[in-house]
Structure formats: structure tokens, C-alpha cells
């Protein structure tokens, strides 16, 4: 069967996916029901989202086998890049004749039929920066179909079923090139940073993937990037060498910045530009110009200087496909943030707890920056790595990052994609982070954290719980203790 677009399965032909329980998968799952399919999956870990499909009519079955196929009987298998070749489901669909494809592949596809999509990639603020264009464009009384990596509370869900056809809004992850696959009218970079070291081999590397990004976006169709990332204007340079061999010129671009911060790539102020920039509680205020007018005036819920950025980019994207300043201003105010960026999960003797995904050297620093600014006694840092080659390779930038820490504990490195290799663990960095004079420490389990903070924190401090879901879920455990 072709996979030129989804016009090669109309409504009535069936999708099985395999480990359907993942955020992005069970989106997807969501919507290719929304658009006629018929939809069924396979994960080994029950949760409430699996149960969440079952309630609209979608089947999980609780294990991996080659009987569910034979009952299923399905039109396509997808799957993430984390299912192992060895998997019962995959093999007995190649071994039949199955259609089998990545979920990057199959979303790709997806995106091939709306009329317009935007696509917001960018190594770090992908989830918040696409969580804001969603409830602009909703607050502006535009119907998106959205697709999240989070839980976003306006969704109820990590999924916004809107239009069929009109427009998408998606998140765009580079991790193993899947962005490649994805066709745009509206593409963002909102930065770009070393990470999946896995996959790339040098942030030279990461570089060139973003510019080949561009090769997808339409002839007409407006890139958004930041005027002041030097990456982001390497990529931008390369960005000729990738569309020209297909015959497309260079994109409409649009700028974004702070004024007084430097001329973007045309030798001006960046199209949209935030100034009078001030802090109220760690969440900034400020106005918004477009090519050097009031475009509004913005009160974010959210903290850090990095939101700043993010929600400019936002609004830039947000205006091309019928957005407005004035619900731009609406919709931000009463934004908290996506689930697992800079969520408040409640008290721990009196202390607030903060989770966020900032798992990244980069992320660690803007969210610390932003808590920072937030008014609070001592800061209590928990902080889980993530994969082992990711600790390996930027080790001296996770020091580097949480040297400054009042005090940091470590949970062991996390990685449910990669095998420990035995080298490298998070008390390799909690004994050089001491060695240079910090504050560190490492614990051997979840239940020894608990009980060092239950020793140290007082009201009124922060518990800042960073890194991938495992450790945040500590956040609601402890929470749960208070009451």
C-alpha cells in the first residue's frame, strides 16, 4: 500500500499501534480515530491514559503478541522508534505484509492533509511554545487540530481534536530525524542546543538536521526563529543548499527578540520584539511591537526569561494563521504552563514543590534562573539525568549547571531506551560538583530522597524536583504526604 498520504486510507481502514499508552502515541491514536480510522493498540504498562482510549472506543490490548494483529486485523502498524526490532506485533506484520511505520512517519502523513500546520521544533520550550499558538488560536476562535507531548489542562488531555483538515498545530522533535518527515506552512526553531547524543554525533550535526528541516515547508510557507541564536543563523544559512535541489526558494521568515538586543538576519530590529520587560513574582510582563508598532501588551503566569522568548515565538506563529494580539493577552494570562513544565504539585512540609522536565544542562539553568526570581526561602533541587550517553557527553555542563545549587540531590540516570554501560553514574556528578565546592548529594533510592528532605526543608522553601517523568512523579508522592 502506498504511504504518499492519508488519502490512501479513507475512513474504515484500521491502525493498530504498537506501545499506544505513550503521550505522543495515544495523541495520535486520538486523533487518526478523529479523522475515520479505526483504531486499536498494544502497551504493557496500564495507565490512565490507556484507559482513557478504551472509554472512546479504542481497544489496548495489555500485551505485545502476534494474536493481537490476528484479531485486530490492520491496515497499518505503527510504531515508535523505542520498540525493539524483536517485538511479536512488528515481526508478524513484515512477516504478513503489513504496512509497518515509524510514528514520525505515520504523523507525517497526518500532516500532508491539513491545509495548514504548524510545526514548532527547537532543541528546548517545544511543549510550552506549541501549548501557546493552541490557546491563542483557540481564544481567537480558530478550530486547531493540536498535538502535544504533555498533558495541557485546556485539552484535558495531550490532544485538541479541532478541524479535520483545516489546520494542525504539532510539536516537531529532531530526536532520530523525525521532524524530517513532517510537511509545514508554518515552521519555528525556537533554538538550538547539543542534545540526543544518541543520534548525533556534534551539535554541527544538530545544526545541519534543523536547516534539512526546512526542506518540508512550503513554497509560501514562514519560517519563525530567534534573531539572537547563533545556531539557529547557522542553520538558517545552510537552509538554501536543502530547498534549492528541490526547486523552492527561500521561505518567508519572521524574526523574534527583545529590542535593544541586536539587528536579526536583515540588519533590523526582529519583527516581533519584546520590551519594558519587568518581573512580578518571577513571571515577566512586558509589551510586544511588530516591525516596531504595539502589537500588545502581555502579563505571563509563568516564570523565567525563557518564557519571554517562548511566548514571542507563539505569537508570531499564532498571528499567521489568524491569531490575535488581544487574545494573545487572554489566553497567556491565564496559562500555567503545560504538565511537567515548572508544575506546582502542592506542599511538602510547608514547602512548595515544583517538577519540570528540564533534564537538559540548558533547561536546568533557565528553570533554575526562573525559580530564582521567584520569592521563596531555600531551594532544595532533585535531579534525575537522562539516558546515560546524554550524562556521558555533556558531563561537564551538567556540573557546570548545578555547581550553583543551594543544595542538589541526585537520583540514579534514567533511561528506559539505553542499557547501562557500567561508567557513568549521577554520583559521578554529585562528587565533582563537592569537588569544586558545591552542595551535592547522591541517594541509592526515591525513599532515601524523601527522607532527607523530610530532615532538611522548612515552609516556605522550594522543593524543585528536574528531570524525565520518573522522577517527577516524586512531586505527587510527596505531595500526597502532606495531606
Avoid at 479513507?10 to 499506544?20: Q, T, Y
Avoid at 512517519?105 to 511543549?127: A, C
Avoid at 557500567?422 to 547522591?442: L, M, P, Q, T, V
Amino acid at each position: 500500500m502506498s504511504t504518499e498520504g492519508m488519502r490512501d486510507l479513507p475512513s474504515g481502514k484500521r491502525v493498530f499501534f504498537v506501545g499506544i499508552g505513550g503521550i505522543s502515541m495515544s495523541g495520535l491514536a486520538r486523533i487518526a480515530q478523529n479523522y475515520g480510522l479505526i483504531v486499536a493498540g498494544s502497551d504493557m504498562h496500564p495507565s490512565a491514559r490507556t484507559a482513557e482510549l478504551e472509554t472512546i472506543g479504542i481497544h489496548v490490548y495489555g500485551a505485545h503478541s502476534a494474536e493481537n494483529l490476528k484479531e485486530f486485523a490492520p491496515d497499518i502498524v505503527v510504531h515508535t522508534a523505542a520498540i525493539l526490532p524483536g517485538n511479536p506485533e512488528l515481526a508478524y506484520a513484515k512477516e504478513n505484509g503489513i504496512t509497518v511505520m515509524e510514528r514520525s512517519v505515520f504523523l507525517g502523513l497526518i500532516t500532508k492533509n491539513f491545509q495548514n500546520v504548524i510545526n514548532i521544533s527547537g532543541t528546548h520550550g517545544k511543549t510550552t511554545t506549541t501549548s501557546m499558538v493552541s490557546l491563542i488560536l483557540m481564544e481567537s476562535g480558530v478550530n486547531p487540530t493540536v498535538h502535544l507531548g504533555a498533558e495541557l489542562e485546556a485539552f484535558h488531555g495531550t490532544v485538541l481534536l479541532g478541524s479535520k483538515d483545516q489546520l494542525l498545530v504539532s510539536e516537531a522533535c529532531e530526536y532520530h530525524r523525525s521532524f524530517l518527515e513532517f510537511y509545514s506552512t508554518v515552521a519555528a526553531i525556537t533554538n538550538i542546543d547539543y542534545d540526543h547524543v544518541d543520534c548525533y554525533s556534534s551539535i554541527d550535526e544538530v545544526i545541519d538536521v534543523f536547516a534539512q528541516f526546512t526542506e518540508k515547508l512550503s513554497a509560501d510557507g514562514t519560517l519563525v526563529i530567534p534573531a539572537g541564536d547563533r545556531n539557529v543563523q547557522e542553520a538558517v544559512k545552510r537552509m538554501p543548499s536543502y530547498r534549492e535541489k528541490l526547486g523552492l526558494g527561500t521561505p518567508n521568515i519572521l524574526t523574534t527578540g527583545l529590542v535593544g538586543e541586536g539587528v536579526d538576519f536583515f540588519g533590523r530590529e526582529p519583527d516581533f520584539c519584546a520590551t519594558n520587560i519587568e518581573f512580578v513574582d518571577g513571571c515577566a510582563r512586558f509589551d510586544v511591537l511588530y516591525q516596531g508598532e504595539q502589537y500588545t501588551h502581555i502579563q505571563l503566569s509563568i516564570p523565567g526569561m525563557h518564557n519571554v522568548y517562548n511566548t514571542l515565538t507563539a505569537i508570531a506563529c499564532a498571528s499567521l494563521t489568524g491569531g490575535t494580539g488581544e487574545a494573545a493577552t487572554k489566553a497567556l494570562a491565564g496559562f500555567t504552563g503545560a504538565e511537567g513544565r515548572f508544575t506546582i504539585k502542592g506542599t511538602f512540609k510547608g514547602a512548595k514543590i515544583v517538577a519540570d522536565y528540564a533534564h537538559h544542562p540548558s533547561a536546568a539553568r533557565a528553570t533554575l534562573d526562573a525559580a530564582s526570581h521567584v520569592p521563596h526561602g531555600k531551594t532544595w533541587v532533585v535531579f534525575q539525568p537522562l539516558t546515560y550517553s546524554r550524562t556521558k557527553v555533556l558531563f561537564e555542563d551538567y556540573v557546570t549547571s548545578l555547581l550553583p545549587c543551594e543544595h542538589v540531590f541526585f537520583d540514579e540516570i534514567f533511561s528506559d531506551r539505553e542499557i547501562n554501560p557500567g561508567d557513568i553514574s549521577s554520583r559521578d556528578i554529585a562528587e565533582e560538583i563537592n569537588r569544586r565546592g558545591g552542595h551535592a548529594e547522591f541517594f541509592e533510592s526515591k525513599d532515601a530522597i524523601v527522607d532527607r528532605l523530610s530532615s532538611c526543608v522548612n515552609p516556605d522553601d522550594m522543593i524543585l524536583i528536574l528531570g524525565p517523568e520518573d522522577i517527577r512523579s516524586l512531586g505527587d508522592r510527596l505531595a500526597k504526604m502532606e495531606n
